[in-house]
């Protein structure tokens, strides 16, 4: 009978250290579960914020391509119109001057007279008006040389091209920023004071009045530096957007 016992006793053990064990493995799966439970919404967030952060600056590229191509325009337009200084109620004679086209009322019937070409600088009334010109123009063209740089996206690196359009952009307004500056040099000429009067002087306009293309060409520097700071934080967050290993095999490139 008392081996009997013992080895009921024996066996009543052995089945409680069996459910202890099969208890302590199920904790252990239930630790893993909740473990992997609290990884995979991680990996997900990560994703989920990759995937925002490309958008995003798709998104912001997209509106620089567009600002870039409105811009052209707006230099394009600067270029070209003929009312960058004008008449006032107080000048001798109506008219109104551009960068080369100038136009000047005529004192007896009182009709305009239009001059001056792009590509004949001898009827440019002043040396400043010419500079001026030249730079404007290089500004606009720097402007549709980063247009053509667009069909790059689809051959180099995306990052890379960013920079070579922000360079542009600001190079572009560099320009009209001397463009801007030299163009008032020009208002001693004798035209331009027989439009203002004899008062009229270098970065002195007399009776006449700034008109709207050069204030639209001040805006457009501001326009021009904008975009490059823009283009210039696209490309450094394209360069975050690749792998690391492909950014650590470009620097052992370079």
């Not at 030249?134 to 690196?157: A, E, K, R, Y």
């Amino acid at each position: 009978m008392r081996e009997a016992a013992e080895a009921l006793k024996k066996e009543h053990l052995e089945a409680q250290m069996k459910k202890h064990i099969q208890d302590l493995l199920e904790v252990h799966e239930q630790l893993q579960v909740a473990t992997m439970a609290k990884l995979l919404p991680a990996q997900e967030a990560a994703k989920i914020y990759h995937t925002n952060y490309v958008r995003n600056a798709r998104a912001i590229g997209v509106l620089w391509i567009i600002f870039t191509i409105c811009f052209a325009i707006i230099s394009m337009v600067v270029f070209i119109q003929p009312y960058w200084i004008g008449d006032s109620v107080d000048t001798p004679q109506s008219g109104y001057f551009g960068l080369f086209h100038y136009c000047i009322g005529n004192p007896i019937t009182g009709e305009l007279v239009c001059k001056g070409s792009a590509l004949d600088f001898g009827s440019i009334p002043s040396g400043a008006f010419k500079t001026a010109m030249f730079f404007v123009g290089i500004s606009f063209l720097l402007i549709v040389g980063t247009i053509g740089c667009f069909s790059l996206f689809f051959f180099c690196n995306a990052g890379s091209v960013y920079k070579i359009c922000a360079w542009m952009q600001l190079a572009s307004s560099t320009c009209m920023v001397v463009g801007c500056m030299i163009y008032p040099d020009g208002w001693d000429s004798e035209e331009v004071k027989r439009m203002c009067g004899q008062r009229t002087d270098k970065y002195t306009l007399g009776n006449c009045t700034v008109r709207w293309a050069y204030i639209l060409a001040i805006i457009s520097i501001m326009d021009s530096l904008i975009l490059s700071f823009l283009a210039f934080v696209l490309g450094n967050r394209q360069d975050k957007l690749l792998p690391e290993d492909f950014q650590v095999q470009e620097k052992k490139g370079n």
